[in-house]
Structures are given as C-alpha cells and as structure tokens.
C-alpha cells in the first residue's frame, strides 16, 4: 500500500506542467496548435495529406466511405506496405543509411542499411514464395526479438500474404490457438532466443503447437547463433527448412504485390472478456497512413535521429512503432532482443550511449522497475543524446513520469504519454512534443484529425466516465477475423456508431486522463490478459472445480494476477498445488500471464443467482474495505476469504 507522502507527492506531480523547450519547439515538425484546428476542419482531408506523401500504384478515388461499425479508407487505391517502408528510400541518400542495429543479449551485434534490408527482404519473400506462400495465405510469426522478425513481416507484406505474429514467451497451446484461427499455412520460428542468460526453447514450442494444428504445411526455421544444442531443436524432414538454407540463393529481386487498401494487412490476437482471443485485422492503406503519420509527428522524426521503442514485435507497438511507422520515414533504428538488466540493470543506458540513441520508448512498468533500481545505473551513462522520451502500454503514474523526466531527460526532454491499443492501430491521445504543455500522469489530447470524448452509458459528453471515439480514424481495425458479430458487440454496441475501447477516463483542467480498463480485462506489465483466459486455464485442471481472477494493483507491473480457486472434493490444497497451478497457467497461456498470487477457498462470493462477485475479491486482493455484501447468497465466505488472504501474495 503507498502511504500518505506518496499520494501526496503524487497529488503535486499532477497539478505541475512543462511546456515544450523552446529550443526544441523551434526545430519541431509541429511548432502550433493551430494543427488541430486545421484537421478539425476538414478531418478527412487532414488525413489525405498523409496518405499523398506514401507511395501508391493506384490513385484512390474516394477518401472515405463508412457503414457503421465498417470503415473503409483510400478506396480504389493500391499500395504495398513492404515498398513504403524499403523500395522508396533506395533513390537518394536514405538507401545507405543505417535501418537497423541490432543487439543480441548475448552481445552479438548486426546492421542493416535500407539497400542490405531490402535486398534481405526480398530473398526471403522469395523463399516463401518458392514454398507456395501466395496473396491472401497466412503465416504465424513465432520469433525473437532478432532482426529476421522484422524481414519475416516485411517479406509477408510484400508478396501479399498476412501475418499473425504471436509473441514469443506465449505457450505452445496459445500458439496453436492462434494458428488454427487464422488456419496458417506457415510457421516462421527459430530454434531458441535469449532471455536473462537462458535459452527460450521456441523450436521445441513450435513443434508442440503444430502437432496440435491442421494446417501448417511448412516451418521456416531461423538459426539463433550459438545456442543450437541449447535449445533443443530438431528439423521434421519435409516440413520444415533452415532460413538461411531458403535464402541462400533467392534473388534479391522480388517485385512489390500491389494490394488494395482494404486487403487484410495482418492479424494480431489480442484478449477479450472471453476465454478466447480475438483476432483484430488491420488493412493496409489505412493503417499505414495513420503509423507513417504518427509516428513522424509525436516522436519528431528527423533524419538524422536514432529511435528505440523498447517492445516487442509480438504485440502490436512493435508493430506500429517498430516495423513500419518508423521504416515509411525511413529513420534509423536500434533493436534489442533481451532483458533490460541482463547482465545487470544498466544495460538499456549503455545502450542508448553506445548508439546515440535520440528517442526512446517503453513502458511505464520499464520505468517503474528503473526507479526500484536507482539512479546509480543510469548515472554510469551518457545519456546526453536523448532529445525526446515516450510512454505506451498504461497509463502512468506521476511518480514515475517525473522520474523520467528529471533522471532520464534530464529535465530538457519532453515526454509523450500515448495512449492507443491493438484496435486502433495507432496512437490515438498524445501530446505533440514541440506545442503541447504537459502534465505528469496525462495523454493530454487527441491527435490531431482523431475525435475522442468521455461518455456516460446515455452517451451524453461528461468529466468522468467512459473513454470513446467518436469518428472513424485510418489505422482502425476492421473487424475480428472470423467473428464480426463480436467485433460489433465487443467494439460498437455501447453506443451507436461510435467506439468504446473498453477504458475509463475523466477530464481535468482540459486533459484527458486515462483511467484503465473498465471490463474484465487485466493490464499486466503493458499487456492485456482476460481474467477469463485465466479462469478457463486454471479450471483446465482437472482438481480444480471452480475459479475467479481479479488483478490487484502492483507498484511495478501496473497490476498483477490474483487468483481464488475452488478444488474438488478430496484435493489437498497447498503451497505445492499453488505452484503446479501457476505454473499450469504458464504452460496454457505463457509466463505473462502467472499468477501472482492463488488463493484456496471452499467458496466463492457468489450472489443469489449464482454470480461471482469479483468486485469484492478486488477489495480482498488489495486490501481494501470490503464493500456491500447485502446480495451474497452467504456473506460469511467472504470473511473467511479475507482472513485467509492475509500473508497469501507471494
């Protein structure tokens, strides 16, 4: 629990502001607020202009067309992702500029300038194609964070065929998932990656999930240097081929596939409030429009910066802010595969000195954990290169911002708190670095051309409430694949036409803060988990009977997974049996996803009609009074529980 000097140091943060630095206003892409009356007036246009300064084969004949909850964008037009984010770039001085370096954590480094990034590209987009990979076919991605993940997207896009990439500490079951509901054709892995010291067996992984599934007919395989007998890989003859085998002699000629705006770009899994994840789909034109231009104005971009967001390419900020936003402004970039204190806790500061790195972006559970670790470590770094730092993820605290800012910036870089999500593509509520004065703890604004509000259920506008988005926006997804009724009764049946993204808000002062989720969804350490996934992987048990997961807040992660858990009759409940439970959920969904905490209770709160009062296991996981228990169907349940929690959070 924080005590009264930490809420009241965070009240102050709250209510400090930091304008711009002047110096940094007069070089910036957007030095007037005027922007956002020049998008609001016309939005459609505002985002046409964007659209103009990518490449297209085919001009588009009508900007916008929407059938509520259906949007399409640049209609008629025909592009490809691949040649905005590498082909473009080739004719003038971007085609020998450093694209990508790349460090392993076992300190094994690569580059690639846009020229040796192409050409790569364009061998493996061959190699997939010469294993009958064509438009429209699926393919999972079930990689490191090395850089053959980012060939692996790009060499997809380019010929057409839509990725799922699935982050890799998921399960093998997770990854088979994820592979059926997309009905894949190929699996591109590695044999292992590291992580704090130790191999990731994701080749063994691999096997597990497509011995589970129908439709992978071939496994790409990348060699991750020096761990091959480590990771305990083993080729399935005919199935499966070594990458550097399939490129060896491809051609770096691979003609771009033109694809129409609306074409399924990727599909990337996401939680919901059922057991089941959903498949967002992006489509092309939109979504980079919308990457290209967001990623240009809120971090500045200028040729001559170095950028580093911190993610992961398996969620959808390394997709947006990693892969392509950045790529399409043809900027130079750093990309990390491992921890960030392996082998000790300065090893993102040595980074960032090392490369000169200009802008960097993580998140806020990062930076938390940063200031658990002190200010020794970043003091032993040069850090003198950062011109701007961001956010993602959460949102975050005061505290932790103003420790960024004074320990990180130094007090001269201005910070972007984005608030945006797998659906929507792109950032959607930022400050803009070179106008917008800010405040430790708030997004601030819309983006310029998007329209965001906060709504009470009668959809009326209020100060407190519901966090929803008004108009469509380019980068938005277009349904769920598979199911577009959920996509319309998870997305827009709140409101009519408009979308609820499923987080609170309120409005201070003229800023918008976020308050996080309001359904059943976890925000842990900056990815979404459902309490139901959770529930559904602890009752796969076969000595549990019954579950309820609620998060409880936690000073690092933003919140943790808590866990009540009813056994069946005869089933010795214990430290032991705790563990083999955590550890079943990791083997079910992934290490992500561990309990923090599991608690055993003869009972469940339930009310008269059977509903399990989740709310009051919150109150219970977080110490707080427990609130009314006048519609228990046995109120002493929750007594008992309460006296059991007590001591039960490890």
Request: proline share 5%.
């Amino acid at each position: 629990m924080r005590n009264a000097s930490d809420q009241f140091d965070s009240l102050l943060h709250e209510h400090r502001t930091f304008p711009p630095p002047a110096g940094f206003s007069a070089a910036a892409h957007v030095a007037s607020d005027d922007v956002y009356e020049e998008a609001d007036g016309d939005w459609q246009a505002w985002w046409e202009g964007w659209a103009r300064e990518l490449d297209w084969f085919e001009p588009w004949h009508t900007v916008h067309e929407w059938d509520a909850p259906h949007a399409r964008w640049f209609v008629g037009g025909k592009l490809n992702v691949s040649h905005n984010c590498l082909d473009r770039h080739l004719d003038g001085p971007r085609r020998d500029r450093t694209a990508l370096i790349w460090e392993g954590e076992d300190g094994e480094r690569r580059t690639f300038t846009y020229a040796e990034l192409h050409a790569e590209v364009c061998r493996f987009a061959n190699g997939l194609k010469a294993l009958g990979v064509g438009k429209g076919d699926r393919v999972a991605i079930y990689l490191p964070m090395i850089p053959e993940a980012a060939v692996a997207m790009l060499a997809c896009t380019r010929i057409g065929a839509p990725h799922s990439v699935v982050f890799g500490g998921f399960s093998p079951e997770s990854l088979a998932d994820r592979i059926d509901d997309a009905e894949a054709r190929l699996l591109i892995t590695a044999d292992g990656g590291y992580r704090r010291g130790s191999v990731v067996p994701l080749k063994k992984n691999a096997d597990a999930a497509v011995a589970r599934t129908d439709s992978i007919e071939h496994v790409v395989v990348v060699a991750r240097g020096g761990i091959e007998e480590a990771s305990g890989a083993t080729m399935v003859e005919g199935r499966d081929v070594w990458y550097h085998d399939l490129v060896a002699d491809a051609s770096t000629d691979c003609p771009a596939e033109p694809m129409d705006a609306e074409d399924v770009l990727f599909i990337l899994y996401t939680s919901g409030t059922t057991g089941k994840p959903k498949g967002v789909v992006h489509t092309t034109g939109g979504y980079l429009t919308h990457v290209y231009a967001t990623s240009k104005l809120v971090f500045d971009l200028k040729d001559d910066d170095v950028y580093w967001c911190t993610a992961d390419v398996g969620w959808i900020t390394g997709h947006s802010y990693i892969v392509y936003g950045p790529m399409a402004n043809g900027v130079t970039q750093v990309m990390y595969e491992g921890a960030p204190d392996h082998p000790d806790r300065g090893r993102f500061w040595r980074i960032c000195e090392e490369y000169g790195v200009t802008v960097f972006y993580t998140a806020p559970t990062a930076i938390r954990a940063f200031m658990r670790w002190g200010e020794a470590w970043p003091a032993k770094s040069d850090l003198s290169s950062l011109r701007l730092l961001g956010t993602v993820g959460e949102p975050i605290n005061p505290e932790a911002w103003m420790w960024y800012h004074e320990v990180i910036g130094a007090e001269r870089c201005p910070i972007v708190d984005t608030w945006w999500q797998t659906e929507t593509g792109g950032i959607m509520i930022t400050p803009l670095p070179g106008v917008t004065t800010t405040t430790p703890g708030t997004a601030v604004r819309p983006f310029p051309g998007v329209a965001a509000t906060i709504l009470n259920e009668a959809g009326e506008e209020v100060d407190a409430g519901f966090l929803a988005v008004t108009r469509p926006w380019p980068g938005m997804l277009r349904t769920i694949w598979g199911d577009d009724e959920r996509f319309r009764q998870t997305y827009w049946s709140k409101w009519d036409g408009i979308y609820f993204p499923g987080d609170g808000a309120k409005r201070e002062n003229g800023n918008l803060w976020i308050l996080g989720r309001v359904d059943d969804v976890l925000n842990v350490a900056g990815h979404r988990i459902g309490t139901a996934e959770v529930e559904s992987a602890l009752v796969d048990d076969q000595r549990v009977a019954e579950s309820a997961v609620v998060g409880r807040k936690d000073d690092i992660k933003g919140e943790v997974v808590c866990a009540f858990v009813t056994t069946k009759e005869g089933v010795e409940s214990g430290d032991e049996l705790a563990a083999e439970l955590k550890q079943h959920v990791v083997d079910k969904i992934g290490a992500i996803a561990r309990p923090a905490a599991v608690i055993f209770t003869a009972d469940l709160p339930k009310t008269r009609s059977g509903k399990i009062m989740r709310r009051l296991l919150k109150d219970i996981a977080e110490g707080r009074a427990i609130g009314d228990t006048t519609t228990l169907a046995d109120p002493a349940v929750v007594q008992a529980l309460e006296e059991k929690y007590a001591g039960s959070e490890g």
